[in-house]
């Protein structure tokens, strides 16, 4: 396959402005990364300062609701409260290395704006964070750590004012300061490199799973499930166990209100391949081509693209897709409160969804690592208020 | 009449061309047609025919607010090849260039897309998300239909690079001056003019220099450092926003804008050296 291709999805479609810049990061991410320095560099900030690596647990309650053996891969642990963090300290390492001062991302549950953030702190760099308007609003706690944190937040308010937006208005920024900021993307989305850094620097999460699932149990999972859009946490659990066969990897997309037309963000449902910020992937379009929005509660899916790999594993039939409603959603975060004590990130309750609607498929002994990707503390209003409305 | 024709016949007059940009269908059609004729009356020379898309990542705010209205008003690309048409029959006889984003003629088929433009009237393509490695189809497609895929070029751009986009480029040259996306700007930056002294020892093939340029003084500029003419889209778009209930009322201001900027073209080649 071509570099930077997965079967006919990805590749670098981006204006002439920005392809010397990824031929400078696809460069500065091969020199550097396999260098015994920044492996140093970048374990000791992902155990000391992320808290890696994160416990899997066993979670007993849950397991018998579902009626099999339920790990739970504790994203939610790494700080900030997601694994967006694992991406966000390699990227601005590297951003150290190739002598840029700042970056710039966009984020739309406020997770990755956080270890943005929280990344350039830690490395010395500038931090400017573009999210929608739209976003702004329903995520406004990790808005206020972001500015804590003294990152600047950019409003996004054309088109919808969500992710999808602030995605094209950061490439546009980007087209005018390349050669000093560097373009944190934060999901395995974006032309090429970006897929495969990303990708990279979350596969963290799937060795861990690998050495401590066959420390705790003797072999390997049956069924990995992870929730997603772009594919970051679900990439970074799947990735170490893509050639390992008789492992079932489940990827769960946004559902939204219902799979009817502009109510959803189930690309791999209700899209087709098309070319969106810089890549081909499976994306939310109308008949023209014209991309059409996404919606679903929880921000961190609400992308109208799925990222190549993701896309490529989907229609090999290596990954199954599958999608839950917001309703669903909600109810999910109820159970994992009430049997494991724990407040599960909207877009992770995805995950949890599929197990619940599952459960007869699965039979006592299977082993189950459900990608825990992240802690709900940001959904708290928007969980209340919806139970309160209900 | 073909590119090819149309920079011989400035060269022999003497001026540099004015290629102005219009995307299709804001804030309506029957408009769009008379913005059209009206740039052609009065200096354009070759016209960028925008085919609206949903997430233009290489232009500013004020041609995304243009795309925005033009698909809220229910333009589609197939009523736009249909516009080139009537373009045509409105006795335009103009180079047409057609700009777009890559998903249009994606999810149609390449070779599909291309031949219906090329029937339609048009002579070229410009795809900003298309850089040369992407460029394989619309590059094979382009040849079997006839029509030439435009290829721009940045002051990030390395020599070798250059080098390689100059090999397989036709028509023309598109020379972006500034790092950014299309828009107004108040000065143009020295980048443009050394930009273009860069490509030229490459190439002869004509060069046209955009992105920034909204006055005669800054079309003079580019055509004097030795661009063949100078591409100007925003600042007409800027102009008729104002008045989006009657825009045909701001016609007369576009008839002396493309008028001025066309003027500097023509200063800007008479001090070439």
């Known amino acids: 396959m071509k570099k930077g291709k997965f079967g006919e999805y990805g590749g670098q479609y981006v204006n002439e402005i920005l392809m010397p810049i990824l031929i400078e990061l696809e460069a500065a991410f091969e020199k550097h990364y396999p260098t015994a320095e920044f492996q140093e560099k970048l374990n000791g900030l992902l155990k000391d300062y992320a808290g890696r690596p994160t416990p899997l647990y066993y979670a007993k309650n849950f397991s018998k609701l579902v009626g099999c053996k339920v790990y739970l891969k504790r994203e939610d642990l790494v700080c900030g409260g997601s694994h967006k963090l694992n991406n966000a300290l390699g990227q601005a390492l590297l951003t150290k290395e190739m002598g840029k001062t700042r970056m710039i991302t966009e984020t739309a549950a406020g997770q990755h704006g956080l270890a943005t953030a929280m990344a350039g702190n830690v490395c010395g760099l500038e931090t400017e964070v573009f999210m929608g308007v739209k976003d702004i609003k329903r995520q406004a706690s990790n808005v206020k750590r972001i500015k804590l944190l003294g990152a600047k937040v950019t409003p996004v308010d054309i088109g919808m004012g969500v992710l999808k937006d602030a995605v094209s208005d950061t490439l546009r920024k980007w087209t005018t300061c390349s050669q000093t900021t560097h373009y944190l993307m934060g999901s395995t989305v974006g032309p090429h490199p970006y897929p495969e850094i990303v990708a990279t620097f979350q596969s963290v999460i799937g060795k861990e799973i690998k050495e401590q699932i066959l420390e705790k149990e003797g072999r390997l999972p049956d069924t990995i499930v992870a929730c997603g859009s772009g594919g970051s946490n679900a990439l970074g659990a799947f990735r170490p166990f893509i050639n390992e066969k008789d492992v079932k990897l489940v990827f769960v997309e946004g559902g939204g209100e219902s799979l009817e037309a502009d109510n959803s963000a189930a690309a791999f449902k209700i899209g087709k391949p098309g070319i969106l910020h810089g890549a081909v992937m499976q994306v939310l379009q109308d008949e023209n081509g014209q991309i059409k929005p996404s919606r679903t509660r929880a921000a961190g899916l609400n992308y109208p693209g799925r990222g190549p790999e993701i896309s490529f594993l989907v229609n090999s039939g290596r990954v199954k897709a599958s999608y839950a409603f917001d309703k669903e959603v909600f109810e999910a975060v109820k159970v994992m409160c009430r049997t494991e004590g724990l407040i599960p990130a909207l877009e992770t309750a995805h995950a949890i969804v599929y197990m619940v609607n599952h459960k007869e498929e699965f039979d006592e002994n299977e082993l189950v690592v459900l990608n825990y990707s992240g802690r709900g503390d940001k959904d708290l209003e928007t969980i209340m208020r919806y139970f309160h409305e209900s | ?273």
């Not at chain 2, 029959?89 to 999810?107: A, F, L």
């Not at chain 2, 023309?172 to 000065?187: A, D, K, N, P, Q």
């Open chain 2, 1 to 273: 009449m073909n590119l090819e024709d149309k920079f011989k016949e400035l060269q022999k007059k003497g001026e540099g061309a004015h290629m102005p940009h219009v995307y299709y269908g804001d804030p309506h059609e029957e408009f769009s047609l008379r913005l059209i004729e009206t740039l052609v009356e009065n200096g354009a020379d070759i016209l960028e025919f925008g085919i609206p898309f949903s997430d233009p990542t290489a232009d500013g705010p004020t041609f995304q607010a243009v795309c925005e209205r033009a698909l809220e008003n229910g333009m589609t690309p197939t009523r736009c090849i249909e516009g080139i048409k009537k373009v045509r029959e409105r006795g335009i006889e103009n180079p047409i260039v057609v700009t777009t984003y890559y998903n249009i003629p994606y999810v149609t088929g390449v070779g599909n897309f291309l031949n219906k433009i090329k029937e339609a009237g048009a002579q070229a393509i410009i795809v900003p998300n298309v850089p040369v490695e992407e460029a394989d189809e619309l590059l094979a497609e382009g040849k079997k239909s006839g029509i030439h895929p435009i290829f721009q070029i940045a002051p990030t751009t390395t020599e070798d690079r250059l080098k390689k986009i100059v090999d397989i480029a036709s028509g023309f040259l598109y020379v972006i001056g500034v790092e950014g996306v299309t828009g107004v700007r108040e000065s143009l930056g020295d980048s443009t003019l050394k930009l273009v002294k860069r490509v030229r020892k490459h190439t002869d093939m004509p060069l046209l220099a955009g992105f920034g340029i909204s006055t005669r003084k800054q079309a003079s500029a580019v055509v004097a450092a030795g661009a063949d003419g100078a591409i100007a889209g925003s600042a007409y778009a800027r102009v008729y926003e104002k008045n989006l209930e009657k825009p045909e009322e701001t016609l007369p201001e576009i008839a002396r804008l493309v008028g001025q900027i066309k003027q500097g073209c023509i200063e800007g080649y008479g001090q070439r050296r």
